[in-house]
């Protein structure tokens, strides 16, 4: 997970949505990839852990509410995910982690 401390509901000072799409941290990701490359042997990776709760800091509530966070978690899911494949990481499988129930609905 790209946190840069483990609180609870707040912002990330540092691994926000926005720096991720904004493509500030490509290097460290190419690298990381790179690395996935190498090791060869297939991988289950996931960004963004429980996103339907409130709980993560890249969840709805800190990334512009519910009209705009979804949207800019999934942007930002996808250029890590093209970040990765763009190195040719494809021995990556994705997953993604919902929560059992929506919080708040």
């Given at each position: 997970?790209?946190?840069s401390q483990r609180q609870?509901?707040?912002?990330?000072?540092t691994f926000t949505?926005?720096?991720?799409?904004?493509g500030e941290f490509d290097g460290d990701l190419s690298a990381w990839a790179d690395a996935a490359r190498s090791f060869g042997t297939p991988l289950v990776v996931e960004y963004g852990t429980e996103v339907n709760g409130d709980w993560?800091?890249?969840s709805a509530p800190y990334n512009g509410g519910l009209d705009v966070?979804?949207?800019?978690?999934k942007?930002?899911?996808?250029?890590?995910?093209?970040?990765?494949?763009?190195?040719?990481a494809t021995n990556i499988?994705?997953?993604l982690h919902y929560n059992g129930e929506n919080y708040p609905r």
């Open positions: 997970m790209m946190r609870p509901l707040v912002t990330d000072p949505l926005d720096r991720i799409l904004a993560n800091p890249w966070g979804p949207r800019k978690f942007a930002a899911y996808r250029h890590i995910v093209g970040v990765m494949r763009g190195r040719g499988t994705w997953a």
